[in-house]
């Protein structure tokens, strides 16, 4: 079961817990953003770019203007609580705490392009359901709480491993299942045309250490070298008498 809201069409006098509820869920979602993307997920809001709420258990759908013509879309889910009856405002109130969710309870996603969690439009989102809370606080209930009789499960928007993928969450499944093996970009026949046969297999080379012979020079008599200079160097050629 799920409740469509137009933010800023339900007009009806606060309720008693009311603004409490927009107060806590408010200082949830500043605390996730910086200060920067929180005036501008405020600016969105104020600018009523958000023009579509679906409040389900666990599960936040919305729709937020931005810079490109086509919408985007916001999904905020939050790990939900076993179902809870109240029938006074004094409950209600004494719920909120319980019921209003952390940091570490709260994931986003977005088709926008902003890796960052929460983006300007999740911040947007939150914002216009914590404004509608001033009025009707039981729709913190209907997201947070799981149905009457089933176990809280929480709800899933897709991996949070890397923020670069969160807006891949939202993305058409892949024909084939993500199973697949990815098809390389070099296995076309153009390719295979372009490089040719391939290179002959490089011969083997043998890996044991070489064993090298010790190479001898044979005795040299010194002493004949010598005689033979002084030989040389007595003879007429040189103009030397014995």
Known sequence: MSIVVVPGQFHAAPHPAGKLANTLLSVTVAGMSDPARFRRG???????????????????????????????????????????????????????????????????????????????????AVLALAGELVTRPELLVQWRCAPSGEAPTRAQAGSRARASERHLRLAPPIPGGSSAEPISPWDTPEWATFLGDAPPELPEVPREPARLGRAVLGAIDVSAVVRSALDALSTDTYGLDQ
């Open 42 to 124: 405020k600016a969105y809001l104020l600018d009523h770019s958000v023009s579509r709420l679906e409040v389900s258990p666990g599960r936040l759908l919305a729709t937020v203007a931005g810079s490109r013509e086509t919408p985007y879309q916001v999904i905020a889910v939050v790990q939900m609580l076993p179902s809870v009856e109240i029938t006074s405002a004094e409950q209600m109130r004494s719920q909120l705490n319980r019921l209003t969710p952390d940091a570490a309870e709260l994931q986003f996603s977005c088709t926008c392009p902003d890796i960052d969690e929460p983006c300007k439009h999740g911040v947007a």
